[in-house]
């Protein structure tokens, strides 16, 4: 069976670590880049953090490059204190893990996304699971690439539910609703997958106990760096007994759209002051053909054996 090319948009901190680790226990994938971006940690150490996880799997063949740095509409980036409580001042759960033995690739993300569009057409699966901003200066860059990507699968947003940064936004559209709104309201097709199914999608200490027990180098990591998340977690919300798999759920869907159940819907992005980064259906395209598919349900335990399944694994190795 011929895998199928995929990119990861990333602001690596824990579940964007997970949403990794998935994609290379993927056996149908195949990883062909990661672009860095600006969210839960800085850009430049979100790049680090995906070089230094994909060592800890022995994946060193993935090239990571970085994004753009900020917003579309702003010239820099402050990290939000709620990031660093969650993922740690590293971004990984102040899990220590060896300095990367590579660089960064110095080829800009957004043009690389671009190549690989043209290159790989229908064949390519993109995830973002940071910020829209990459995708949308590389729709602005090179418009055709709307009609020619064959998959795009993103984390973020809220229809059902309210967000997590304000009532309204759920934090990677919050970093840059304006970016958000330029990809939904353009050709490009997509599968939302929100909070409305990220946070029925929980991993907990029985899990990460079972990575200890492997023994390996890259379980032990994985268990400190999850188990940190999850107690960050009880801050927000005591009665979860987990962690939600934002990021990693986003991957799965990208493979296995059976996991969720969808609506069909145009969307729009709330840009406005008063519910800026609202993700809401377009009143104003009722009746025009879809482009959005929004998940609304999951099967969070059939998820959860696949995703255990294809991380125990990889773990194993390493």
């Not at 993109?126 to 690439?145: D, H, Q, R, S, W």
């Not at 309201?185 to 199914?197: E, I, K, Q, R």
């Not at 107690?231 to 962690?243: S, T, V």
Request: with cysteine; glycine share 8%; proline share 3%.
């Amino acid at each position: 069976m011929a895998k199928r090319k995929m990119i990861l948009d990333l602001d690596t901190g824990i579940d964007d670590s997970l949403a990794i680790a998935y994609a290379l226990g993927a056996s149908d994938v195949d990883l062909i880049g990661i672009i860095g971006s600006y969210g839960n940690v800085v850009i430049e150490e979100g790049g680090k953090n995906a070089l230094k996880i994909l060592e800890l799997l022995g994946h060193t063949d993935i090239p990571v490059y970085l994004g753009e740095s900020h917003s579309s509409t702003s010239d820099h980036f402050d990290r939000m204190e709620v990031s660093a409580n969650i993922h740690g001042q590293n971004g990984i759960g102040e899990v220590d893990l060896p300095e990367p033995t590579r660089a960064i690739e110095s080829e800009s993300g957004v043009d690389f996304l671009i190549d690989a569009v043209h290159q790989y057409g229908k064949d390519l699966t993109l995830v973002p699971t940071g910020p829209m901003t990459n995708l949308a200066a590389a729709l602005k860059k090179a418009p055709e690439i709307a009609t020619e990507m064959g998959n795009m699968t993103f984390m973020g947003g809220a229809l059902t539910m309210p967000g997590n940064v304000t009532r309204f936004a759920e934090a990677n559209i919050n970093q840059d609703a304006e970016a958000a709104n330029a990809v939904l309201t353009s050709p490009l097709h997509s599968t939302m997958v929100g909070l409305d199914v990220t946070l029925r999608t929980l991993l907990t200490k029985k899990e990460t106990q079972q990575w200890r027990d492997l023994g390996t180098t890259s379980g032990e990591k994985f268990a400190d760096i999850v188990d940190y998340y999850i107690e960050a977690y009880k801050q927000f919300n005591d009665n979860l007994g987990g962690c939600a798999l934002h990021d990693p759920l986003a991957v799965g869907v990208a493979l296995d759209p059976s996991f969720v159940t969808t609506i069909d819907l145009n969307m729009v992005v709330n840009t406005n002051k008063e519910t800026y980064g609202r993700t809401i259906g377009d009143d104003n395209r009722l009746n025009e053909p879809t482009n959005v598919k929004v998940a609304v349900m999951v099967d969070k335990d059939r998820y959860l054996k696949v995703f255990m399944d294809y991380l125990t694994n990889l773990f194993k190795e390493n």
